[in-house]
């Protein structure tokens, strides 16, 4: 006979695997019998700059307003050397973009070299990596109870993965790898982590964060071994920043200026989130007021998060000493990265998220969840999106 615990674990994981369908179908809904899933991309219209190899090939073309980042990355899996000079013309910030390069050679492995194919590999990248992040978090968040479902939840459907998903960006893929390195520091892989951080370090810079998560060494010569691991994880950027130097010179190392006061633009951002809000209900809008309400709740859910941190300090997990830096890093973006509803912020925070949920598990009592609902306010604009819709 069943004992009834058994069969509560059964109907916890049932409701996991309802949700990763959803997250399927979703994306199926977005395919095109003629331009296959290259919606999810975010190309802009005609007119604007591209390579030849994609005018070759049918591919969906949004409004100005409603193109993306997705676009430029798809572009470079096509020219992964950036050898053709027509590769400057199709990115609105050559070198920056061209930093990030690690996820345009991934869609360009998985297409076998064939543009065509890499294209549908670049936009469906992110539901292979969320399939595997899925499944390696469970290491962590076995989604079998009500909090364990909760939690794993949390992590997988934040507004900022789902975002990652949707629009073929970098941030979801580049969660998996730093989880990776995580899961190897918990083992005291103190290389093996490194190495996983410094690849994910050419998926985005900001992932180098996660050397913050790397194991202490032991022994005698314990700093010369943590300064070693230090160099292999810095090792793949500075070997791809020099290769990028070769080709544009001192703009190797131009940034998009995405760091600001610090503090300051944080508080400046909730003053006026907030302040959108109360003028929207008291003018009567009809539902005008719903997106910057979302918005807050997702500045109110990293402050909690970042509160939690602060609350728990526990320095000996690899999950705190990375969500750290990013809770730090919330704090000092650029206002670009807040433009919006709800804004970038919630991709460039993803690390934050993941780990406040981790930390969250070992919490008891009924604080759990309160900060639970508290902690994952951006659950909300995440369910505005999911299921997804063609643009």
Request: hydrophobic residues 55%; contains cysteine; aromatic residues 12%.
């Amino acid at each position: 006979m069943t004992a009834p615990h058994s069969h509560g674990r059964w109907i916890w994981a049932t409701l996991a695997a309802a949700l990763v369908v959803l997250l399927l179908a979703s994306v199926a809904r977005l395919y095109h019998p003629v331009y296959g899933f290259t919606e999810m991309i975010g190309f802009a219209a005609p007119g604007t700059g591209e390579l030849p190899a994609l005018q070759a090939i049918p591919h969906y073309r949004h409004p100005p307003w409603g193109s993306y980042d997705g676009q430029f990355y798809a572009q470079l899996a096509l020219e992964p050397l950036l050898r053709d000079p027509a590769i400057d013309r199709a990115l609105d910030l050559p070198p920056y973009r061209a930093r990030r390069i690690l996820f345009s050679w991934t869609a360009w492995a998985l297409g076998a070299g064939r543009p065509a194919w890499i294209l549908q590999a670049y936009a469906l990248q992110n539901v292979l990596f969320w399939l595997l992040l899925a499944a390696l978090m469970t290491r962590w968040l076995r989604p079998d109870s009500a909090r364990g479902l909760a939690l794993w939840t949390a992590c997988l459907f934040s507004h900022g993965m789902l975002h990652s998903v949707r629009s073929a960006l970098l941030d979801g893929p580049s969660m998996l790898l730093i989880a990776l390195a995580i899961a190897a520091s918990e083992r005291q892989r103190l290389f093996t982590a490194a190495a996983l951080v410094g690849v994910s370090g050419l998926g985005r810079e900001t992932n180098l964060l996660a050397t913050f998560g790397l194991p202490w060494p032991g022994g005698r010569f314990r700093f010369l071994t943590l300064a070693a691991a230090l160099a292999v994880a810095a090792l793949p950027l500075l070997l791809w920043q020099d290769y990028l130097r070769s080709l544009y010179r001192s703009t190797s190392f131009v940034g998009q200026g995405q760091l600001d006061q610090p503090v300051l633009i944080y508080l400046q951002v909730l003053h006026q989130t907030a302040a959108h809000v109360l003028r929207s209900i008291r003018a009567g809008s009809d539902g005008g007021w719903v997106l910057a309400a979302a918005k807050l709740g997702v500045i109110v859910g990293l402050t909690v998060q970042t509160a939690y941190l602060a609350y728990r300090r526990d320095y000996a997990s690899p999950w705190w000493r990375v969500a750290l830096p990013y809770a730090v890093l919330m704090l000092m973006v650029h206002k670009v990265v807040w433009d919006g509803y709800p804004g970038a912020v919630t991709r460039v925070t993803i690390p934050l998220a993941f780990g406040f949920n981790v930390l969250l598990s070992r919490e008891h009592g009924p604080r759990f969840w309160l900060w639970y609902v508290f902690g994952n306010l951006q659950l909300i604009p995440a369910a505005l999106i999911l299921p997804f819709r063609a643009g």
